[in-house]
């Protein structure tokens, strides 16, 4: 069973700076695509950035270097590392996995429809 878990979630003044964790678990194969998502009150979820199993990752344009994506293979665990951090990046945050690699390749906007496992959240609130 694939388990989730977000953390790291707060509220931070515009310019700080945030990192949020996802431990997971019971994810098995080789081929594999890895992300955090995000999704504003009345908006539809969106995708930030995005692994593939063999370790290319893409950003959504609006955080595209000021946002980070990073694995901890041992710890099982991803990190978003955010920094510069703007008032519209206030959502709740996700991350999520799908055991095929294809996944990443989708267009970006339709990324969240292939992901198979979800997390169930942490909220990011980001005062001007």
């Known amino acids: 069973q694939v388990q989730l878990v977000e953390s790291g979630g707060g509220s931070v003044q515009a310019g700080g700076s945030l990192r949020l964790s996802c431990a997971a678990s019971?994810?098995?194969?080789?081929?594999?695509?890895l992300g955090w998502f995000r999704q504003a009150p009345g908006e539809e979820r969106e995708g930030v950035t995005i692994?593939?199993?063999?370790?290319?990752?893409n950003y959504a344009g609006s955080v595209k270097g000021r946002f980070t994506f990073t694995l901890d293979v041992a710890k099982n665990t991803l990190y978003l590392q955010m920094n510069s951090l703007r008032p519209e990046d206030t959502a709740m945050y996700y991350c999520?996995?799908?055991?095929?690699?294809?996944?990443?390749?989708?267009?970006?906007?339709?990324?969240?429809?292939?992901?198979?496992?979800w997390g169930k959240g942490t909220l990011v609130t980001i005062s001007s």
């Open positions: 999520a996995a799908a055991q095929r690699g294809a996944v990443c390749g989708l267009p970006w906007t339709h990324l969240h429809y292939g992901m198979d496992y």
């Open positions: 692994r593939h199993s063999d370790g290319t990752t």
């Open positions: 019971g994810l098995t194969g080789s081929s594999y695509c």
